[in-house]
């Protein structure tokens, strides 16, 4: 009887992943990018807002500040563009080289940042100069 119900499942019970990055609401206001959500993202990335803040405005080379919780964005971008420089910054500072969770930390040790891995015991040197 298990196995009958676990077949009459959908595939997306078994496939979700555990470390979903919400994807980027905002809307254009003249010639600026508003995203609303920014605070979210950045509490699912588990990062300093300032941090991720300062990888995204140099990824999508535009002048960008935090109003409230919107964060304003000098120029108009698509938000795949966005959300495909939140993904990139998480491959880089978020998620593990060698297991792929995200129970990542941000360690320096004397000149050199490191990605230590709170699951699989992992450090990996990664560029601290964004």
Do not use: W
Request: with cysteine.
């Amino acid at each position: 009887m298990l196995e009958k119900a676990r077949n009459s499942l959908p595939e997306a019970v078994f496939t979700a992943e555990r470390f979903e990055i919400p994807k980027v609401v905002g809307h254009v206001e003249g010639n600026k990018t508003v995203i609303s959500n920014f605070p979210q993202i950045v509490s699912v990335l588990r990062r300093e807002l300032q941090h991720v803040l300062k990888f995204i405005l140099k990824e999508l080379a535009t002048p960008g500040e935090m109003r409230r919780n919107d964060l304003i964005l000098g120029r108009k971008l698509s938000a795949s563009m966005i959300n495909e420089k939140i993904v990139k910054y998480a491959r880089t500072f978020v998620l593990c080289v060698e297991c792929g969770k995200p129970d990542t930390q941000i360690i320096k040790e004397e000149e050199i940042t490191y990605l230590k891995c709170q699951a699989c015991g992992a450090k990996h040197p990664v560029k601290s100069k964004i």
